[in-house]
């Protein structure tokens, strides 16, 4: 929920959160999400293409750590945007990284442990100023 907080409190025209909870989206479309994806039913790559209109989103994160969040975030980011690796690998089972395909659409694929302490200065800032709780 927090990249979801941060990303409305930046001003991220649309926030499309996935989870396999229904109480977690709602929590997420009370925070900020303009859209949400439930995993469990829907599929997560072909969804997010059709609300990005086939283009993909410029930028995904992947908070959760399996290895379906992490082939999900990857298909449905957009040529030339950035996926974001937040959530350690957990479940015993690797991701497929399709290395050609990342090449072939310019992908940048970050590693993150969260927060950098350098960075915290600017989420103060956006908790001080009530963009952020």
């Given at each position: 929920l927090?990249?979801?907080?941060?990303?409305?409190?930046?001003?991220?025209?649309?926030?499309?959160?996935?989870?396999?909870?229904?109480?977690?989206?709602?929590?997420?479309?009370?925070?900020?999400?303009?859209?949400?994806?439930?995993?469990?039913?829907?599929?997560?790559?072909?969804?997010?293409?059709?609300?990005?209109?086939?283009?993909?989103?410029?930028?995904?994160?992947?908070?959760?750590?399996?290895?379906?969040?992490?082939?999900?975030?990857?298909?449905?980011?957009?040529?030339?945007?950035?996926?974001?690796?937040?959530?350690?690998?957990?479940?015993?089972?690797?991701?497929?990284?399709?290395?050609?395909?990342?090449?072939?659409?310019?992908?940048?694929?970050?590693?993150?442990?969260?927060?950098?302490?350098r960075?915290?200065?600017?989420?103060?800032?956006?908790?001080?100023?009530?963009?952020?709780?």
């Open positions: 927090s990249c979801v907080m941060i990303a409305a409190a930046y001003g991220a025209k649309q926030i499309i959160a996935v989870d396999v909870s229904d109480l977690a989206l709602e929590k997420a479309k009370e925070v900020g999400a303009t859209e949400i994806i439930n995993a469990k039913t829907i599929d997560v790559q072909k969804k997010v293409s059709e609300l990005t209109n086939g283009i993909g989103a410029d930028l995904t994160i992947d908070a959760a750590g399996f290895k379906a969040t992490c082939e999900d975030a990857i298909h449905s980011t957009r040529r030339g945007g950035r996926m974001v690796q937040v959530g350690l690998p957990i479940g015993g089972q690797n991701p497929i990284v399709p290395m050609g395909m990342i090449a072939g659409r310019e992908l940048e694929i970050v590693g993150s442990h969260g927060c950098d302490a960075d915290m200065p600017k989420i103060l800032s956006l908790v001080k100023s009530g963009k952020l709780e």
